[in-house]
Protein backbone atom coordinates (compact mmCIF):
# COMPACT_ATOMS: atom_id res chain seq x y z
CA UNK A 1 0.00 0.00 0.00
CA UNK A 2 2.99 2.67 0.99
CA UNK A 3 4.76 1.89 -2.40
CA UNK A 4 1.23 2.48 -4.63
CA UNK A 5 0.93 5.49 -2.08
CA UNK A 6 -2.65 4.64 -0.84
CA UNK A 7 -4.18 6.30 2.17
CA UNK A 8 -7.08 5.14 3.83
CA UNK A 9 -9.77 5.94 1.04
CA UNK A 10 -7.79 5.05 -1.78
CA UNK A 11 -7.53 1.69 0.17
CA UNK A 12 -11.56 1.83 0.95
CA UNK A 13 -12.46 2.27 -2.61
CA UNK A 14 -10.02 -0.78 -3.93
CA UNK A 15 -10.32 -3.33 -2.04
CA UNK A 16 -14.34 -2.67 -0.55
CA UNK A 17 -13.25 -2.82 3.02
CA UNK A 18 -13.63 0.16 5.29
CA UNK A 19 -11.25 2.45 5.66
CA UNK A 20 -10.44 1.44 9.52
CA UNK A 21 -9.30 -2.12 8.10
CA UNK A 22 -6.42 0.25 6.47
CA UNK A 23 -5.49 1.94 9.97
CA UNK A 24 -5.45 -1.61 11.84
CA UNK A 25 -3.27 -2.43 8.93
CA UNK A 26 -0.55 -0.21 9.20
CA UNK A 27 -0.64 0.03 12.84
CA UNK A 28 -0.20 -3.47 13.12
CA UNK A 29 -3.08 -4.44 15.20
CA UNK A 30 -4.59 -6.96 12.81
CA UNK A 31 -4.57 -10.21 14.02
CA UNK A 32 -6.37 -13.34 12.08
CA UNK A 33 -7.94 -11.48 9.32
CA UNK A 34 -10.45 -13.80 7.16
CA UNK A 35 -9.55 -15.27 4.29
CA UNK A 36 -11.82 -13.80 2.47
CA UNK A 37 -10.55 -9.98 3.88
CA UNK A 38 -6.96 -11.28 2.64
CA UNK A 39 -8.75 -11.98 -0.61
CA UNK A 40 -10.51 -8.30 -0.88
CA UNK A 41 -7.11 -6.83 0.11
CA UNK A 42 -5.06 -9.04 -2.78
CA UNK A 43 -7.83 -8.41 -5.43
CA UNK A 44 -7.24 -4.64 -4.73
CA UNK A 45 -3.75 -4.52 -4.75
CA UNK A 46 -3.53 -6.52 -7.43
CA UNK A 47 -1.50 -9.07 -5.52
CA UNK A 48 0.41 -12.10 -7.42
CA UNK A 49 -0.55 -15.62 -6.48
CA UNK A 50 2.44 -16.28 -4.70
CA UNK A 51 2.06 -12.99 -2.62
CA UNK A 52 -1.74 -13.38 -1.42
CA UNK A 53 -0.52 -17.69 -0.58
CA UNK A 54 2.12 -16.30 1.66
CA UNK A 55 -0.39 -13.27 3.48
CA UNK A 56 -2.69 -15.93 3.67
CA UNK A 57 -0.30 -18.52 5.39
CA UNK A 58 1.15 -15.26 7.55
CA UNK A 59 -2.22 -14.99 8.77
CA UNK A 60 -2.55 -18.11 10.39
CA UNK A 61 -5.53 -19.55 7.48
CA UNK A 62 -4.83 -21.74 4.92
CA UNK A 63 -6.99 -23.15 1.81
CA UNK A 64 -9.23 -25.81 2.97
CA UNK A 65 -10.13 -28.64 0.93
CA UNK A 66 -13.68 -27.53 0.43
CA UNK A 67 -16.54 -26.46 -2.11
CA UNK A 68 -16.18 -22.89 -1.10
CA UNK A 69 -12.24 -22.64 -1.13
CA UNK A 70 -12.20 -24.69 -4.40
CA UNK A 71 -14.38 -21.92 -6.23
CA UNK A 72 -12.28 -19.27 -4.51
CA UNK A 73 -8.86 -20.55 -6.20
CA UNK A 74 -10.75 -22.04 -9.29
CA UNK A 75 -11.87 -18.00 -9.94
CA UNK A 76 -8.80 -16.71 -9.05
CA UNK A 77 -6.82 -18.72 -10.99
CA UNK A 78 -9.04 -18.92 -14.06
CA UNK A 79 -10.68 -15.67 -14.06
CA UNK A 80 -9.78 -12.08 -15.30
CA UNK A 81 -10.07 -10.85 -11.62
CA UNK A 82 -9.56 -7.09 -11.95
CA UNK A 83 -11.77 -5.89 -8.83
CA UNK A 84 -13.53 -7.37 -6.14
CA UNK A 85 -16.88 -7.06 -7.90
CA UNK A 86 -15.35 -8.85 -10.73
CA UNK A 87 -14.81 -12.19 -8.38
CA UNK A 88 -18.26 -11.87 -6.82
CA UNK A 89 -19.77 -11.79 -10.53
CA UNK A 90 -17.84 -14.78 -11.36
CA UNK A 91 -18.80 -16.31 -7.74
CA UNK A 92 -22.46 -15.76 -8.19
CA UNK A 93 -22.05 -17.80 -12.05
CA UNK A 94 -21.32 -20.60 -9.96
CA UNK A 95 -24.24 -20.67 -7.94
CA UNK A 96 -22.12 -22.14 -5.16
CA UNK A 97 -24.32 -20.06 -2.18
CA UNK A 98 -27.69 -20.32 -2.02
CA UNK A 99 -28.03 -17.77 0.06
CA UNK A 100 -27.10 -15.16 -2.47
CA UNK A 101 -24.52 -13.35 -1.00
CA UNK A 102 -21.21 -12.17 -2.10
CA UNK A 103 -18.50 -14.10 -0.34
CA UNK A 104 -16.13 -10.76 -0.31
CA UNK A 105 -17.05 -7.30 0.97
CA UNK A 106 -18.20 -5.09 -2.13
CA UNK A 107 -19.58 -1.95 -2.19
CA UNK A 108 -20.98 -2.13 -5.48
Known amino acids: MERKGWDAHK ?7 E ?7 TRGETEN ?3 ETI ?9 PTRTRDELISLAGRSWQNSQLHCAYRYILENGNI ?4 DFNAAFALLEI ?4 KSPLK ?3
Open 39 to 47: LNISIGLGL
Open 11 to 17: FAKNTCL
Open 97 to 100: DASG
Open 33 to 35: PSI
Open 82 to 85: QSVA
Open 19 to 25: PNNYYRI
Open 106 to 108: DDT
